[in-house]
């Protein structure tokens, strides 16, 4: 794991705003068209949307050390490394279609890959596993994110991960004599108190989604 190449890059992606204002100038054209759905504060909306976007990047290599320390712990380094490593790639060798997006713009890109792979591998673990592999609570705070990228990017984003889940497990992947004592150390208490740490993240920021909400 090299985790301190993605905090560089995220150092330097938010040098790169404070010297360009990019991300910031993108949030004010964004806010009178965001989706219904999404509630923001009345006073300071753009600055609180602007410290999710700032969170949603800057956590990313917090959850991947948090996890790749868990991983240790328990034991199942060889099945969480993977997917790991997959989350710091988007990162470090970002996928061709981040071509021509720049500083925290691009972060955020590559944030949500890295959050949503975890929430699709999570969903796989569910499947087999009746428990998410890495128990986060970012479905909030990627509905989110989708929608300050925008519908129709967000949804090639979306197939990148979705490639990247299917080339790393299938149904073989659940199927091995290992899988039983694995369950076992998913269920560990000591495995599942190391994430207790992790509040949701939107809640925890003031960004909340309505779904109630008309389109």
Not at 102 to 129: C, P, Q, T
Not at 136 to 150: E, P, R, V, W
């Amino acid at each position: 794991m090299n985790i301190a190449a993605v905090r560089d890059q995220i150092t330097k992606a938010h040098e790169h705003e404070a010297s360009h204002g990019q991300l910031k100038a993108q949030l004010a054209q964004q806010l009178p068209h965001l989706h219904p759905t999404i509630q923001l504060p009345e006073k300071d909306a753009q600055g609180t949307l602007a410290r999710f976007v700032a969170a949603y990047i800057d956590q990313v290599p917090e959850m991947l050390e948090a996890a790749h320390e868990v991983a240790l712990e328990a034991g199942i380094e060889s099945q969480i490394k993977p997917v790991l490593k997959i989350a710091e790639a988007y990162f470090l060798q970002p996928p061709d279609i981040m071509n021509g997006h720049v500083g925290l713009e691009s972060l955020l890109d590559e944030a949500y890959l890295a959050h949503r792979l975890v929430e699709e591998v999570n969903d796989l673990y569910i499947k087999h596993f009746q428990q998410p592999l890495i128990p986060l609570d970012t479905t909030l705070a990627n509905l989110i994110a989708h929608q300050l990228i925008g519908e129709a990017f967000a949804n090639q984003l979306d197939e990148v991960v979705h490639h990247s889940v299917d080339s790393m497990l299938n149904e073989e992947s659940f199927a091995l004599e290992s899988v039983e004592a694995y369950r076992d150390k998913l269920t560990s208490p000591d495995t599942g108190a190391a994430w207790k740490r992790w509040p949701c993240l939107s809640r925890q920021l003031g960004v909340g989604l309505e779904l109630d909400q008309p389109a």
